[in-house]
């Protein structure tokens, strides 16, 4: 059974910093396209980031330059280290893999909030 557990959230003022951490069981995250997405008030879930197996990443172009996924595969894990954070960043987060017809289940996600 795959789950995926996000972390790392927070209240963080404009300009601050968060990394967030999600932690698959059930899949190995290296093997497949993962990606991190998020879901503002009032508006879909928006892909924000992917890492591809061969390690390639893409980006949603308002985050280009401030976010960064990577990937710990002996920890099985994916990270998205998010600076210069701005209002419009805030959104609960989640990790999934990208560009497939189905999704696994859905975390809980973790809820970024940058305000100040």
């Known amino acids: 059974q795959v789950q995926l557990v996000e972390s790392g959230g927070g209240l963080v003022q404009p300009g601050g910093s968060l990394r967030l951490s999600c932690v698959a069981s059930?899949?190995?995250?290296?093997?497949?396209?993962m990606g991190w997405y998020r879901q503002g008030p009032g508006n879909p879930r928006e892909l924000v980031a992917d890492?591809?197996?061969?390690?390639?990443?893409n980006y949603l172009g308002s985050v280009k330059g401030r976010f960064t996924i990577s990937r710990d595969n002996a920890k099985n894990t994916v990270y998205l280290q998010m600076n210069g954070l701005k209002p419009e960043d805030t959104a609960i987060y989640f990790c999934?893999?990208?560009?497939?017809?189905?999704?696994?289940?859905w975390g809980q996600g973790t809820q970024v909030t940058v305000s100040s």
């Open positions: 999934n893999r990208a560009y497939y017809t189905t999704y696994y289940p």
């Open positions: 059930g899949i190995i995250v290296s093997s497949y396209t």
């Open positions: 890492i591809t197996s061969a390690g390639n990443t």
